[in-house]
């Protein structure tokens, strides 16, 4: 008699939970978890999606690059060439009467060309490589060989550009009896600005061509092309001269 009184005393102070817990409780130490089932939560340990490594957004860098080469005596298809867009400048009248801008007619990408520091747009004449297109607008269909150049200045137009898609703009240029710059440079300076001093020439005139590859890193962006008289030999027959480009 006396075990079982002392049995059914101690039992009497004991209090049972289904499933064996405590309310409230831990079972040999475990994490207690809110909620049932397998979306219960851990009370003291860290939560699965609050605190999951944040990954970054991946950086997107713009892409430019700059070649240059001999450009040989020849006829330049802008309409073949040009399949995005393309430009060619002839002076009106004279040195200060305007410049003439042949562009692309269905193009919206090269815009007209502007005079950087001192000195004033000359026209080239008799150029032995000529510019062909069939496509144009104010001029809808000619060949011509004619450009424009600077003695002591610089000519500088804009190129749009986004980040859909790599383009490549060939300049096509000519210097005498003078050195030169090119510059060329991102608005939004995602790539580093190239540039480019080895084109010179002496007495007789040396055409060029420049093929620029270009990307941006976001939309409504624009390439900056400078082309610059760093020095001439002559004040009546030294120039840098542009012929026109294209833009695939």
């Excluded at 049972?16 to 809110?34: R, V």
Aim: net charge negative.
């Amino acid at each position: 008699m006396r075990a079982s009184l002392l049995v059914s005393i101690a039992c009497a102070a004991c209090r049972f939970e289904p499933g064996g817990l405590a309310a409230g409780g831990t079972d040999g130490g475990a994490d207690a978890t809110l909620g049932s089932g397998s979306e219960g939560r851990r009370l003291d340990g860290p939560n699965a999606t609050a605190d999951a490594p944040k990954m970054d957004a991946p950086i997107v860098v713009g892409e430019l690059t700059l070649a240059h080469a001999n450009q040989p005596d020849t006829t330049l298809d802008f309409t073949t060439d040009g399949t995005l867009d393309w430009a060619h400048w002839t002076s009106i009248g004279g040195p200060g009467r305007g410049v003439e801008y042949d562009h692309k007619v269905s193009g919206a990408a090269v815009n007209d060309v502007t005079t950087v520091r001192t000195g004033a747009v000359i026209q080239i004449f008799n150029v032995t490589i000529n510019e062909a297109w069939t496509d144009g607008t104010p001029t809808l269909a000619t060949t011509t060989n004619t450009g424009i150049g600077t003695v002591t200045g610089g000519l500088q137009f804009t190129i749009a550009a986004d980040s859909a898609s790599t383009r490549t703009l060939k300049f096509y240029v000519g210097i005498k009896n003078a050195t030169s710059r090119l510059d060329v440079a991102l608005s939004d300076n995602s790539a580093t600005a190239v540039n480019d001093t080895t084109f010179t020439a002496t007495s007789s005139a040396v055409h060029g061509v420049y093929t620029i590859t270009y990307r941006a890193a976001s939309t409504g962006q624009h390439v900056t092309v400078t082309w610059s008289c760093t020095s001439n030999s002559s004040s009546t027959n030294s120039y840098v001269m542009a012929l026109g480009e294209t833009l695939q």
